[in-house]
């Protein structure tokens, strides 16, 4: 007999989740004493990225389903911000550091571009960097609402 599947494990960004939980959970094991506040959030954090990828790809509204999958890319950008705090009081090194967020980055575009992929309105694929997403932002608004001025100008 063969193991149940479902739905949600046939998505490499659900894989790479459960994958990036592990590595947290064994990473977890050797933080105590002041920083178990950041482990027990991190591990939160962690767990929230495939748990609402699984439940979002299970809703039958793009609604729902974009819903859970920005609830999931939220947790990851999370998980990025307690990469840093365990740095700054030396909790976990560098390499550590580097290889978890090298993961949460390639998680979060998956679940940027899945999002605007199932988006009904989306307008395409943009790959996740704010410098770009801001300067995109910025061209665009220009060219909607013309240039910006400054409250001197006024």
Request: glycine residues 4%.
């Amino acid at each position: 007999m063969t193991e149940p599947f479902f739905d949600h494990e046939r998505l490499d960004v659900y894989r790479l989740a459960i994958e990036y939980v592990a590595s947290s959970y064994r990473i977890a094991k050797s933080l105590n004493g002041a920083e178990r506040h950041a482990r027990d959030q991190w591990l939160r954090a962690a767990q929230s990225i495939p748990l609402n990828i699984a439940e979002g790809n299970g809703k039958q509204s793009l609604k729902d389903k974009n819903r859970f999958f920005e609830i999931a890319r939220g947790s990851a950008l999370e998980c990025a911000a307690i990469h840093d705090i365990l740095v700054s009081f030396d909790a976990i090194d560098l390499e550590l550091n580097r290889d978890g967020k090298t993961n949460l980055k390639r998680i979060v575009s998956m679940l940027t571009r899945l999002i605007q992929r199932t988006d009904s309105v989306s307008e395409g694929s943009i790959e996740y960097e704010y410098r770009d997403a801001e300067y995109e932002y910025e061209k665009t608004h220009e060219q909607s609402v013309g240039p910006k001025c400054s409250i001197d100008a006024l």
